[in-house]
């Protein structure tokens, strides 16, 4: 993406329509929502970032300060202020699709792209990060497995769109992205 791009305006974007990327953790969203800002012209939205700008602690300290549901309102109340933006990235929580207000205020005015690997590929790219606290004491692939297998039919049922990303680079990952958007 960079490549392309060194020393170039941005290209407008060819959804003209707000994109919520949603996947398990490690699927890739914040990767891919930041090789879009770079390709195109479009604001990103990084809800994890975003929530613990805000709250001035990171997302591990709300998990351990207030606990997972006052974590869900926040990311509920954030995706309802969501609404009124267009053109954006948003690159949602792991979990932000369990909620059926969720799904929603995401499908009211976006696309939602689900980004999905194996539970091999996101043990790789998740295995040496601590931010990220359901899995800090369940680092395995067997855990990851069993979670993503009860979150399957919530991110399936909330896709508009899907695309696999094991063994893809993030230009590639783009690019699908950028011709199912097309369709
Ligand atoms: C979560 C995923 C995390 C973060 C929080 C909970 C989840 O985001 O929102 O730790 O429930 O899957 P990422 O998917 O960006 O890691």
Do not use: W
Not at 47 to 73: C, K, Q, V
Request: proline share 3%; glycine share 8%.
């Amino acid at each position: 993406m960079e490549e392309k791009n060194a020393g170039k305006a941005k290209e407008a974007a060819p959804f003209g329509r707000n994109i919520f990327l949603i996947g398990f953790m490690g699927s890739g969203k914040s990767t891919i929502a930041a090789a879009l800002s770079e390709a195109y012209a479009v604001e990103t939205v990084e809800m994890d970032s975003l929530i613990a700008e805000r709250e001035g602690i990171s997302i591990s300290e709300i998990f351990d300060r207030f606990g997972e549901e006052y974590f869900r309102g926040l990311e509920t109340n954030l995706l309802k202020e969501l609404q009124a933006k267009r053109n954006v990235v948003v690159s949602c929580g792991g979990g932000t699709p369990m909620r059926e207000e969720n799904v929603a205020a995401m499908k009211q005015n976006g696309t939602v792209v689900l980004l999905t690997a194996s539970p091999d590929t996101i043990y790789q790219r998740v295995k040496n990060s601590h931010d990220r606290p359901l899995l800090e004491n369940n680092k395995n692939i067997p855990y990851i497995a069993g979670l993503m297998e009860q979150r399957r039919e919530k991110y399936e049922a909330a896709a508009d769109i899907v695309i696999e990303t094991d063994k893809k680079d993030r230009i590639a990952v783009c690019k699908e992205l950028a011709q199912k958007l097309l369709k």
